[in-house]
């Protein structure tokens, strides 16, 4: 029998908290910690509503975990080597550390940084380009793409139908044993909409938790944050998600034209979404080709590299100014938005 997961809308009203899942259900206090070993997809208080609903896609536990499988699977690819966690390791908040380009089938590197899967649910297009505006096709990019997985999605069906490890779980999770790319695609959805990261010391702290006391340093560097950085990377999701030219220099060798590539307008040419924040300290290297190693580095480039173009982001005109002091309290600000919780959470490491 398939087991329908809750999914908690939590929403401030003037009655307090309410807690929306099956059945309902009025609460007064936040969800007890969850020891099941069973996905939720809940949305943090204090959060907008995410992108994608489940609408279509009825989260389920075994749906979840045909999802996980799926994810962790190197059939996936056309040699057997890549699977989807080769670019988005769960101890680096499901990016590629340490890889400026990252590499997949044969050794070959492609032109971006994978980023990290989290929070995927809030996102209203995908790659650093937005060329995805739904979840649910999302994964059909990296398995067919020549230098990531190098696959056709009709020999991953074929291949997954084949084995008879993979029928019983189709069967619980959709109701018979067909295995379709359609139902590839819901499955990794569900699995990548409940990577929900919401429980760092930030959140803690916003939330006045224990284990979120944030020392002078940190406080000063959240004040120094929302006056020079927030324009574009907005609380909760440290995100806005649209398109912007951030001063890089071109990388010549990539020929990577960002945004452009899909819209093929000029005024697009080399912006790119603005990633989330959440997790950073986790996931360098930083910017859509990895080319800064640290977090120091990317504040200096918007303090003094950043290069005037004609569709430079006008919050970025002439750069940032900071001093080193306050360069210093803003990094210690960015490392209170690690969640070890979610890195470490048992439910999303391989199977």
């Not at 069973?38 to 279509?56: E, K, S």
């Not at 008879?164 to 295995?179: H, L, N």
């Not at 006008?314 to 209170?336: R, S, W, Y």
Request: charge should be negative; charged fraction near 25%.
């Amino acid at each position: 029998m398939r087991k329908t997961i809750l999914i908690v809308i939590i929403a401030m009203t003037v009655a307090g908290m309410t807690t929306v899942g099956t059945g309902c259900k009025k609460d007064t206090t936040d969800p007890a910690p969850d020891t099941s070993g069973l996905v939720r997809f809940i949305v943090p208080q204090g959060w907008p509503q995410p992108y994608y609903t489940f609408q279509n896609n009825e989260l389920t536990q075994e749906g979840f975990e045909l999802g996980r499988k799926l994810f962790y699977d190197v059939r996936l690819s056309r040699d057997n080597a890549i699977s989807c966690a080769s670019c988005h390791t769960q101890f680096s908040a499901f990016s590629h550390l340490d890889h400026p380009l990252s590499h997949g089938i044969d050794g070959l590197f492609g032109t971006r940084n994978a980023q990290g899967v989290f929070n995927m649910a809030w996102k209203p297009s995908f790659f650093w380009d937005g060329g995805v505006v739904n979840l649910e096709n999302q994964p059909i990019n990296p398995i067919e793409n020549p230098v990531e997985m190098d696959e056709k999605i009709t020999d991953v069906v074929a291949e997954l139908g084949a084995l008879p490890e993979y029928k019983p779980m189709f069967k619980s999770a959709f109701g018979d044993e067909t295995v379709n790319s359609q139902r590839i695609f819901k499955a990794l959805a569900q699995f990548m909409a409940t990577l929900v990261s919401a429980d760092s010391k930030y959140d803690k702290w916003t939330r006045g938790e224990t284990g979120g006391e944030m020392t002078a340093q940190e406080l000063n560097g959240l004040e120094l944050f929302r006056t020079k950085c927030a324009t574009c990377h907005k609380e909760p999701l440290f995100s806005d998600y649209t398109f912007r030219n951030n001063g890089l220099t071109p990388d010549g060798s990539l020929n990577d034209t960002g945004r452009a590539h899909i819209t093929n307008m000029p005024g697009d040419r080399y912006k790119f979404m603005v990633p989330s924040l959440r997790n950073v300290d986790l996931t360098r290297p930083y910017m859509h080709d990895g080319r800064f190693n640290t977090l120091d580095a990317v504040l200096e480039h918007y303090r003094t590299g950043v290069v005037p173009t004609d569709n430079i982001d006008d919050v970025l005109k002439g750069g940032i100014a900071m001093t080193d002091e306050e360069k210093a309290d803003i990094i210690a600000f960015l490392k209170t938005l690690t969640d070890q919780t979610f890195i470490k959470d048992k439910r999303f490491a391989e199977p």
